[in-house]
Protein backbone atom coordinates (compact mmCIF):
# COMPACT_ATOMS: atom_id res chain seq x y z
CA UNK A 1 0.00 0.00 0.00
CA UNK A 2 1.06 3.56 -0.98
CA UNK A 3 0.50 6.28 0.90
CA UNK A 4 1.13 10.41 -0.10
CA UNK A 5 1.03 13.25 2.10
CA UNK A 6 0.45 16.46 0.12
CA UNK A 7 1.31 19.83 1.72
CA UNK A 8 1.56 23.76 0.66
CA UNK A 9 -1.34 24.40 0.06
CA UNK A 10 -3.00 27.96 1.21
CA UNK A 11 -4.57 31.22 0.33
CA UNK A 12 -2.92 33.71 -1.69
CA UNK A 13 -3.49 36.71 -4.02
CA UNK A 14 -3.33 36.80 -7.41
CA UNK A 15 -0.13 36.64 -9.08
CA UNK A 16 1.57 35.61 -5.60
CA UNK A 17 3.31 31.92 -5.48
CA UNK A 18 2.58 28.42 -3.64
CA UNK A 19 4.92 25.71 -3.42
CA UNK A 20 2.96 21.91 -2.90
CA UNK A 21 4.54 19.01 -2.11
CA UNK A 22 3.46 15.14 -1.90
CA UNK A 23 5.89 12.68 -0.21
CA UNK A 24 5.12 9.02 -1.19
CA UNK A 25 5.36 6.28 1.66
CA UNK A 26 4.40 2.65 2.37
CA UNK A 27 5.71 -0.72 0.09
CA UNK A 28 7.60 0.91 -2.44
CA UNK A 29 9.58 -0.82 -4.81
CA UNK A 30 9.67 2.14 -7.29
CA UNK A 31 7.87 5.27 -8.44
CA UNK A 32 7.76 5.64 -12.21
CA UNK A 33 5.70 8.90 -12.47
CA UNK A 34 4.44 11.57 -10.43
CA UNK A 35 2.14 14.32 -11.16
CA UNK A 36 -0.40 16.52 -9.94
CA UNK A 37 -3.89 16.85 -10.34
CA UNK A 38 -6.78 19.79 -9.99
CA UNK A 39 -10.45 19.70 -9.54
CA UNK A 40 -12.09 23.29 -9.26
CA UNK A 41 -15.83 23.23 -7.83
CA UNK A 42 -17.98 21.98 -10.46
CA UNK A 43 -15.64 20.43 -12.47
CA UNK A 44 -13.48 17.32 -13.07
CA UNK A 45 -10.47 16.77 -11.87
CA UNK A 46 -7.73 17.70 -14.58
CA UNK A 47 -3.86 16.95 -14.99
CA UNK A 48 -1.75 19.79 -14.58
CA UNK A 49 1.99 17.97 -14.66
CA UNK A 50 3.27 14.98 -14.41
CA UNK A 51 6.67 14.36 -13.98
CA UNK A 52 8.59 10.91 -14.89
CA UNK A 53 11.60 8.82 -13.24
CA UNK A 54 13.74 9.96 -16.09
CA UNK A 55 12.90 13.29 -14.97
CA UNK A 56 10.83 13.84 -18.14
CA UNK A 57 8.01 16.57 -17.59
CA UNK A 58 4.94 17.36 -19.04
CA UNK A 59 2.51 20.33 -18.44
CA UNK A 60 -0.93 21.06 -19.82
CA UNK A 61 -0.80 24.16 -21.68
CA UNK A 62 -2.37 26.62 -18.87
CA UNK A 63 0.02 26.42 -16.71
CA UNK A 64 3.33 26.74 -19.29
CA UNK A 65 5.46 29.03 -18.15
CA UNK A 66 3.29 29.37 -14.46
CA UNK A 67 3.96 26.08 -12.82
CA UNK A 68 7.34 24.08 -12.53
CA UNK A 69 7.10 19.80 -11.30
CA UNK A 70 10.84 18.79 -9.82
CA UNK A 71 11.29 15.47 -7.95
CA UNK A 72 13.18 14.35 -5.17
CA UNK A 73 13.76 10.72 -5.70
CA UNK A 74 15.65 9.44 -2.67
CA UNK A 75 12.75 11.50 -0.58
CA UNK A 76 10.35 10.01 -3.01
CA UNK A 77 8.90 13.73 -3.33
CA UNK A 78 7.20 15.95 -5.81
CA UNK A 79 7.03 19.25 -5.77
CA UNK A 80 4.66 21.97 -7.68
CA UNK A 81 5.98 25.70 -7.49
CA UNK A 82 3.38 27.66 -8.87
CA UNK A 83 4.34 31.20 -10.23
CA UNK A 84 1.91 34.19 -11.43
CA UNK A 85 -1.56 32.16 -9.79
CA UNK A 86 -4.66 33.69 -11.01
CA UNK A 87 -7.94 33.12 -9.33
CA UNK A 88 -8.57 30.25 -11.99
CA UNK A 89 -5.63 28.00 -10.35
CA UNK A 90 -8.39 27.92 -7.83
CA UNK A 91 -8.75 24.35 -6.99
CA UNK A 92 -8.00 21.55 -4.78
CA UNK A 93 -4.63 20.09 -5.95
CA UNK A 94 -4.34 15.98 -6.24
CA UNK A 95 -0.81 14.73 -5.83
CA UNK A 96 -0.78 10.99 -7.87
CA UNK A 97 1.48 8.30 -8.31
CA UNK A 98 2.14 5.64 -10.60
CA UNK A 99 4.44 2.59 -8.25
CA UNK A 100 5.59 -0.44 -8.47
CA UNK A 101 5.13 -2.51 -5.13
CA UNK A 102 4.88 -6.11 -4.01
CA UNK A 103 1.39 -6.31 -5.11
CA UNK A 104 2.28 -5.13 -8.50
CA UNK A 105 1.28 -1.66 -10.19
CA UNK A 106 -0.45 0.80 -7.99
CA UNK A 107 -2.00 3.95 -8.74
CA UNK A 108 -2.21 6.51 -5.70
CA UNK A 109 -4.09 9.77 -5.01
CA UNK A 110 -3.00 12.17 -1.98
CA UNK A 111 -5.97 13.55 -0.34
CA UNK A 112 -5.76 17.04 -2.01
CA UNK A 113 -4.68 20.72 -0.76
CA UNK A 114 -6.67 23.58 -1.37
CA UNK A 115 -5.39 26.43 -3.20
CA UNK A 116 -7.15 29.29 -3.17
CA UNK A 117 -6.46 32.70 -5.63
CA UNK A 118 -8.36 35.92 -4.27
CA UNK A 119 -7.11 39.32 -3.59
Known amino acids: QVQLVESGGGLVQPGGSLRLSCTASGSIFSIYVMGWYRQAPGKQRELVAT???????NYVDFVKGRFTISRDTAKNTVYLQMNSLKPEDTAVYYC?????????????WGQGTQVTVSS
Open 96 to 108: NTGTWTPAGQADS
Open 51 to 57: ITSGGRT
